[in-house]
């Protein structure tokens, strides 16, 4: 039963290198999400996407752009990684909003990401 | 503006103890939802609970307990005879309601440790 699966789990980058996260959910959800967890600061929302071909920036979208040509992928890509942007990276899928009654996000194990 | 307040970063309990996490937020939305989900040193975000604004019935769930009071807009958990696989960093969360709101607000965490 994999539910959400993001790729790399780990990676070092460079500083102005490029990079894109994978995430995968089985579960058919139709809305999908990155977060981003930074020590003292919980979770916040880069982006996401509330359906197939779909996307919408969240609280901290700067640096990031991301794309859901398929329902079950939602990509999030770095086009020049600055050193800032060292965080875990976590992906997460819920089949209803989260603002309803049955909306519960399903996450990923996350990413780490340095940049050096 | 949504926001969630956990304003102890960190806890150590003795094995076998009560502990209780603090959770404060702020909406002004009358609909909204409150999660809270653990965060083992593994790493994965585990979802605990669910409770949308119109329910302030309290809720036990094995060793579990939450307690939620409108009037004081806190939402606390309740850990009783606390075990070593509890310690993990737990986050209280909240959602509005309102339409085109897909932001999921974390607080910045409770670090919680249980000594044997």
């Known amino acids: 039963n994999a539910g959400v699966t993001q790729t790399p789990k780990f990676r070092v980058l460079k500083t102005g290198q490029s990079m894109t996260l994978l995430c995968a959910q089985d579960m058919n959800h139709e809305y999908m999400y990155w977060y981003r967890q930074d020590p003292g600061m919980g979770l916040r929302l880069i982006h996401y996407?509330?359906?197939?071909?779909?996307?919408a920036k969240g609280e901290v979208p700067d640096g990031y752009n991301v794309s859901r040509l398929k329902k079950q992928n939602f990509l999030l890509g770095l086009e020049s990684a600055a050193p800032s942007q060292t965080s875990v990276y976590f992906c997460a899928s819920s089949y209803q909003r989260i603002g309803s009654n049955t909306g519960e996000l399903f996450f990923g194990e996350g990413s780490r990401l340095t940049v050096l | 503006a949504q926001k969630v307040t956990q304003a102890q970063t960190e806890i150590s309990v003795v094995e076998k103890e009560d502990v209780t996490l603090d959770c404060v937020y702020e909406t002004r939305d009358t609909t909204y939802y409150l999660f809270w989900y653990k965060q083992p040193p593994s790493g994965e975000l585990v979802f605990l609970i669910r409770r949308n604004s119109f329910d302030e019935q309290n809720e036990i769930s094995g060793r579990y307990s939450w307690n939620f009071q409108k009037s004081t807009s806190s939402f606390n958990f309740t850990i009783t005879a606390s075990q070593v696989v509890d310690s993990a960093v737990y986050f209280c969360?909240?959602?509005?309601?309102?339409?085109?709101?897909?932001?999921?607000?974390f607080g910045t965490g409770t670090r919680l440790t249980i000594i044997p």
């Open positions: 969360a909240l959602s509005e309601a309102n339409f085109g709101n897909e932001k999921l607000t």
């Open positions: 996407s509330v359906g197939e071909g779909t996307t």
